[in-house]
């Protein structure tokens, strides 16, 4: 399938803010939106990459520096300052997104991916139902694999969402970033998330929560 380029005007190119170019991209579908020096703004849809606007202009690296400084937070702007990239959750009125920002030898480059904020459960993914006995255990160790794309974090959201039906438990899950944000259930005491720029360890917190399951 093709995407039919949004109607906005080459002229206007660049967009003020990376919430514009998210805007177009929500409304179309799209899973990814690129924004990268001396190429044109691209996104993944339908499962492929493709310039948004075919007859757009690339962007330059003081143009990909500016969309970068407009949403970055200052805690991230010194990470990419000292390390060279930062990964960490956006958040606009439209959706939530897993960001990447990082400092290549042209400039700037930013990738979007779109969260999906439904956090579907084992049933609705379609997901074997012997599957749902590894959520019963009480130790382990579960590893989804698999490249970019393929439902990972998805999968491991729905295992979440599986114990978060069923079980009497703390739920501790460690992201960074967050992405899936996993609403309590009837049967659940809790669900607690960590960032790395917080204080209180997350190992500390869950023992201070009495439970370390999840």
């Given at each position: 399938?093709?995407?039919?380029?949004?109607?906005?005007?080459?002229?206007?190119?660049?967009?003020?803010?990376v919430?514009?170019?998210?805007?177009?991209?929500?409304?179309?579908?799209?899973?990814?939106?690129?924004?990268?020096?001396?190429?044109?703004?691209?996104?993944?849809?339908?499962g492929?990459?493709e310039?948004?606007?075919?007859?757009?202009?690339?962007?330059?690296?003081?143009?990909?520096?500016?969309?970068?400084?407009?949403?970055?937070?200052?805690?991230?702007?010194?990470?990419l300052?000292?390390?060279?990239?930062?990964?960490?959750?956006?958040?606009?009125?439209?959706?939530?997104?897993?960001?990447?920002?990082?400092?290549?030898?042209?400039?700037?480059?930013?990738?979007?991916?779109?969260?999906?904020?439904?956090v579907?459960?084992?049933?609705?993914?379609?997901?074997?139902?012997?599957?749902?006995?590894?959520?019963?255990?009480?130790?382990?160790?579960?590893?989804?694999?698999?490249?970019?794309?393929?439902?990972?974090?998805?999968?491991?959201?729905?295992?979440?969402?599986?114990?978060?039906?069923?079980?009497?438990?703390?739920?501790?899950?460690?992201?960074?970033?967050?992405?899936?944000?996993?609403?309590?259930?009837?049967?659940?005491?809790?669900?607690?998330?960590?960032?790395r720029?917080?204080?209180?360890?997350?190992?500390?917190?869950?023992?201070?929560?009495?439970?370390?399951?999840?």
């Amino acid at each position: 399938m093709i995407a039919k380029a949004p109607d906005i005007p080459v002229k206007s190119h660049p967009l003020g803010h990376v919430d514009e170019y998210l805007e177009i991209g929500q409304k179309a579908g799209a899973s990814d939106v690129h924004l990268a020096v001396n190429a044109q703004p691209i996104w993944r849809l339908h499962g492929a990459l493709e310039p948004i606007w075919p007859d757009a202009p690339p962007l330059t690296g003081e143009q990909t520096a500016a969309l970068a400084e407009s949403f970055v937070p200052d805690v991230y702007k010194t990470e990419l300052n000292t390390r060279g990239d930062s990964d960490f959750a956006y958040a606009n009125e439209f959706a939530r997104y897993r960001t990447s920002v990082v400092r290549q030898r042209l400039g700037i480059e930013i990738v979007f991916r779109v969260i999906n904020t439904n956090v579907r459960t084992m049933d609705e993914l379609g997901l074997p139902e012997h599957l749902k006995l590894l959520t019963r255990y009480q130790n382990g160790l579960i590893l989804a694999t698999g490249s970019v794309g393929t439902g990972k974090s998805t999968t491991l959201a729905a295992m979440i969402q599986q114990i978060n039906m069923e079980r009497r438990d703390h739920i501790i899950t460690l992201e960074d970033p967050i992405e899936y944000i996993i609403r309590r259930k009837t049967a659940t005491y809790r669900n607690a998330r960590f960032l790395r720029t917080q204080s209180l360890s997350p190992r500390r917190c869950a023992l201070r929560s009495g439970k370390i399951r999840t």
